[in-house]
RNA sequence: GUGAGUGUAGCUCAGCUGGUUAGAGUGCCUGACUGUGGCUCAGGAUGUCGAGGGUUCGAACCCCUUCACUCACCCCA
């Protein structure tokens, strides 16, 4: 073989493509109606998009970024996520003037260079929400209810919603003072990673799975004792909120953002029912981001549906392989060209119909029919062409019916399967 | 970037402590059935044994290198 795919991309074939077809269309109605529209945006940007807003010293930008130089010697970077693009395209267009609160979606390839793993690749696809300029809890629960509709609308069981709140800038440096105190003395206790966790990240060492971690950290101050006023009300107005709309969810207060833009609400939702990776989405508030992007102070929050972690949870059953409505099986060369000539009638009002090319025996072309699941045939040979009617064939129930050899008597008929 | 596992037919995989001509199942093609499919039966096609090197009288099998895939760590949807 002389070509083969890149590392971490996938090829995804018409049987699947049945199933993101389901998931597309499932998820685009439940966004619509919430009053969420979609949005499409370049798969590439500018690489500052996301060194200064997803934080330059975060694994993403430090080393996962596909970043290259384009011919005009600018830096370029596919997409890593979806978040920093919409800002800046919220900005750029000035979407804040329209009325609050804006929301949109999105479905779209990101690209990360990290090692591939079990529902983890190289260029994912996500859907994503963002709602843009309310700061109000309703607006965090409203959304993650969302989120959980379309997980369910989906068929998507054994999901675990948890949400926490990482606070803000005034609250945050408090408690990570707090937490690397409580860690000082324990530092012999951890693993070599939390080790050097505990000086760029200290957060990540809550969610280390190392026993040795595990046992060290007993006891830490949860970051919600720590939420200032504000972040602590919109915490725990969001909570009551959920219960009202019978969103069902833990609190993770060692529930850990990737980003560095998140602010107060964080949450994840994940399967029990997946490998290694097993969060299916993710999101959280972002209200500093806008004014970062050089557009007025507006706070904002959103989530993404990861499609590759979604996918391996869904019944197979929707995999689908459809067949024609009709196969023509001409025997001979004038059978085969008047083939050609009723197939094209028959698409123009819409039906499936396939002609068979292959000039074998009525035994093979049959066989061939069956295979590709072609749901009715008419064989038309030297008699069908004289008498200018046909014997159209059910495949299912074997059933025949002559009808003349005119597109309208074979449309009656397929009208009524 | 780190660690482990796996590469044999389109697919799933056998192949003993190295032994001569590399197998099975499934799928594919054809026929039995002169113009009617699925079942059955018979026949047929398809392999640089991932690649390169080494050891040996002899390598799919042992050794080295390399590539690819998989899973896990890191991190993340």
Redesign the pocket.
């Known amino acids: 073989m002389k070509y ?5 991309v ?1 090829d995804i074939l018409p049987p699947d493509i049945s199933v993101w077809q389901f998931i597309e269309e499932k998820a685009g109605n439940i966004f619509r109606s919430y009053g969420y529209r979609e949005i499409r945006l370049p798969i590439m940007e500018s690489t500052d998009v996301f060194t200064r807003s997803i934080g330059e010293t ?3 930008v430090e ?2 970024m596909y970043t290259f130089q384009d011919k005009g010697n600018r830096s370029i970077t596919l997409r890593p ?1 979806g978040t920093a693009p919409f800002v800046r395209a919220y900005v750029e267009n000035h979407l804040y003037n329209e009325p609050a609160p804006q929301k949109y979606y999105y479905m779209g390839p ?1 690209f ?1 260079y ?9 260029q ?3 859907i994503g929400a963002e709602a843009m300029g309310i700061d109000d809890p309703k607006l965090d629960a409203e959304i993650i209810s969302m989120l959980s509709s379309i997980l369910e609308a989906i068929g998507l069981k054994e999901l675990n919603f948890e949400i926490t709140s990482i606070g803000c800038k005034e609250c945050r440096p408090d408690y990570i003072k707090a937490l690397k105190d409580f860690l000082e003395d324990k530092l012999i206790d951890l ?1 070599s ?1 939390c080790g ?2 505990f000086k760029t ?1 200290p957060l ?1 060492v809550l ?4 026993p040795g971690c595990v046992k060290a950290r007993k006891g830490s101050p949860p970051m919600v004792d720590y939420l200032c006023k504000d972040c602590g009300d919109h915490f725990e107005q969001l909570n009551n909120n959920l219960k009202k709309l019978n969103v069902q969810h833990t609190i993770n207060p060692s529930l ?4 560095d833009y998140y602010t107060k609400t964080a949450f ?3 399967s029990e029912n ?10 959280g508030r972002y209200d500093g981001m806008v004014k970062e992007f050089g557009g007025p102070a507006t706070p904002g929050i959103g989530f ?6 979604i996918i391996p949870l869904i019944n197979d059953s929707l995999k689908t392989t459809d067949g024609p409505e009709l196969l023509i099986c001409p ?1 001979g060369e004038e059978a085969a060209e008047e083939s050609l000539i009723i197939a094209e009638q028959l698409r123009a009002k819409g039906h499936w119909v396939e002609v068979n090319y ?1 000039n ?5 072309q ?6 590709i699941g ?1 749901k009715n ?1 008419i ?6 062409l004289e008498n200018r009617k ?2 159209l ?6 059933t ?1 019916q002559i009808v003349a050899l005119a597109s309208d008597e074979l449309l009656k008929i397929l009208k009524t399967d």
């Open positions: 083969r795919k890149l590392k971490g996938q975060s694994d993403i080393k996962e996520e990101m990360r990290e090692r591939p793993q079990a529902n983890r690749y190289r994912f696809y996500q693993c990673d050097r966790r990240n990540r969610d280390c799975k190392v850990v953002r990737g980003l994840e939702v994940s997946l490998g290694s990776q097993s969060a299916v989405a993710a999101g993404a549906i990861g499609m590759e972690r025997l292959d074998t025996s009525i035994r093979s049959l066989r061939k029919a069956n295979r072609a045939v064989v038309l040979g030297d008699d069908e046909v014997a064939k059910n495949m299912t129930d074997k025949e």
